[in-house]
């Protein structure tokens, strides 16, 4: 009963000093967004303004009819209604309406400008904040202290891959936003953005499944973790995912995905081009034998290609992670629950087992208390990692496949729902890769200290002279281990020269 007495007070600091360290974090997200949404608000009124002056410039200019050119006088008619049903997913979606085509009072002409300014303003937005917080996370965990962990391996790839997804986007977002042809241009640039857009996604979903691995691993068996997870075999791992996925999409190169159909060079990707379209080139092919754009003899045939591949891509990239990630998560939780439950049943004298390196510990309360924190910390990184990805990118891939048909409007009014449709979806999905900086970052407190450090020590850089650039990085950030010691609420696994390392900056 004494010794009962005695640890409520300790108890009762260390309650009061999360709480205070909640309060921080909290002040500090909302001040975050805040300043974030005044600076949505400002971007969102300048092009707001030169979006709506630019809308009868040439640049937007009405749509015209399809020419005969290489298309039958059968064709025709095919061509312009494929035409307007790929409107859906490109800024041609206002050019097609006009005041003659109100029915009933219903002005889809402003609709369809509201579908086309959403993907015209968030694309970018997204793809700037995202370029900037996976830059960071680059940065972040490429520092001497975290580089050295298995994880912070994966998330570099990770972050790596999504940088490659959100560059590439910012060429679609001038082809079909900005109506410039960039894509359609050149065929060498035509097979690398569409390669981009199946392989990049398919490395990051991926790494995450094996990144999800290394941490259950890591609590389950801690010996085989250091065999399999050493640094040189992670790197390892990552390099062969890549190859994997390469290899996978490089039949991109070899298939007839660049092409002139209905008097345009069309650079097909079911993101933006229907599978019409492909049927019409099919079709003039298989009755031409001396044209040129058909393709080698011998290559894959597009079609054949697609009803295929779509599946492909479609389990590797949405399948498998969204049916994994909440095993080997859920798994991980429980692990951690039992773990849990079993230190609270011991004895104050009994060791408990260290979840973040395997080894035994002293079982002071003050070790408890912090690694029970930092079992939250991961709890809820590993929930909002797992529901972000399932949620952000299900709307992709199902339109991927055709299970959401966003070319299957027979009406003016479909066209301006799915046109909103695919405008959700098309932001969920770039906003999946450019969002894993803040779920990584913000949810566990050691990275956060890492990025204020990394930061703090920039802008001190900046501000001394050159000379002493080297001192003022070395003086900016050091640690104290004995105040506070974050190794071990780093929900991270680390050997014993780099749990050493960690406590200082550089």
Same mark, same amino acid.
């Given at each position: ?9 300790? @108890? ?66 095919? *061509? ?15 050019? =097609? ?23 015209? /303003? ?23 202290? %975290? ?18 997804? %959100? ?29 981009? /857009? ?52 490089? #039949? ?16 097909? @990707?079911?993101? =933006? ?14 009755? #031409?034998?001396?044209?040129?754009? &058909? ?24 399948? %498998?992670? &969204? ?14 629950? !039992? ?17 973040? =390196? ?24 590993? /929930? ?5 990805? #399932? ?5 992709? @891939? ?28 098309? !932001? ?7 969002? @894993?900086?803040?779920?990584? *970052?913000?949810? /566990? ?13 920039? #802008? ?47």
């Amino acid at each position: 009963m004494q010794i009962k007495s005695a640890d409520k007070l300790p @108890n009762f600091r260390k309650s009061f000093e999360m709480m205070k360290r909640r309060i921080t974090m909290a002040k500090q997200f909302g001040i975050s967004t805040i300043l974030l949404l005044f600076f949505c608000q400002g971007y969102a009124v300048t092009v707001f303004e030169r979006y709506w002056e630019n809308v009868q410039t040439n640049i937007y200019g009405s749509l015209p009819e399809p020419e005969l050119g290489n298309c039958t006088q059968t064709d025709y008619l095919k *061509c312009t209604q494929v035409r307007r049903k790929e409107s859906v997913t490109t800024a041609r979606i206002r050019t =097609h309406y006009s005041d003659y085509f109100n029915v009933s009072g219903t002005d889809y002409e402003h609709d369809a400008q509201i579908s086309d300014y959403i993907r015209y /303003v968030g694309r970018p937005l997204i793809y700037c904040i995202g370029l900037i917080c996976n830059t960071l996370t680059i940065c972040v965990f490429a520092r001497k202290e %975290l580089r050295r962990v298995a994880t912070c391996q994966f998330l570099i790839a990770v972050a790596v891959a999504d940088i490659l997804i %959100l560059i590439n986007g910012i060429f679609y977002w001038i082809e079909y936003e900005l109506l410039t042809p960039v894509m359609t241009a050149s065929e060498v640039t035509c097979r690398i953005t569409v390669f981009t /857009v199946y392989c990049g996604p398919q490395i990051s979903g991926i790494t995450l499944i094996v990144m999800s691995i290394e941490r259950l691993m890591r609590i389950i068996d801690p010996c085989a973790h250091e065999r399999c997870f050493s640094i040189k075999m992670t790197r390892l791992y990552i390099v062969v995912i890549v190859l994997a996925m390469v290899l996978l999409n490089i #039949c991109i190169f070899f298939t007839n995905i660049y092409f002139k159909e209905c008097s345009k060079w069309v650079c097909w @990707n079911i993101y =933006h081009d229907s599978r019409d379209i492909l049927e019409l080139h099919y079709e003039r092919c298989r009755n #031409c034998t001396d044209c040129d754009d &058909c393709g080698v003899p011998g290559l894959l045939e597009l079609l054949d290609f697609y009803d295929v591949y779509k599946w492909v891509a479609f389990a590797i990239y949405w399948a %498998l992670p &969204c049916l994994l990630l909440p095993v080997i998560n859920g798994w991980l939780l429980y692990q951690i629950y !039992l773990a849990r439950k079993r230190s609270r049943g011991t004895e104050e004298e009994i060791s408990v087992p260290n979840h973040f =390196h395997g080894s035994s510990d002293d079982g002071d309360l003050e070790d408890d208390v912090e690694r029970e924190k930092a079992e939250k910390e991961v709890t809820i990184m590993l /929930v909002l990692v797992t529901a972000s990805y #399932c949620i952000l990118t299900t709307g992709f @891939n199902f339109i991927q496949v055709g299970i959401i048909d966003v070319y299957g409007s027979g009406s003016d009014q479909d066209l301006i729902k799915f046109s909103y449709v695919y405008s959700v979806f098309i !932001l969920l999905f770039y906003l999946n890769h450019a969002s @894993n900086f803040f779920l990584y *970052c913000i949810s /566990v407190r050691p990275y956060r200290d890492e990025l204020k450090c990394m930061l703090m020590c920039f #802008c001190e850089c900046i501000a001394r002279p050159l000379l002493k650039i080297k001192w003022a990085c070395k003086g900016i950030c050091r640690r104290n281990d004995e105040d506070e010691n974050d190794t071990d609420e780093t929900p991270l696994q680390m050997s014993g020269r780099s749990r050493i390392a960690y406590g200082s900056c550089v």
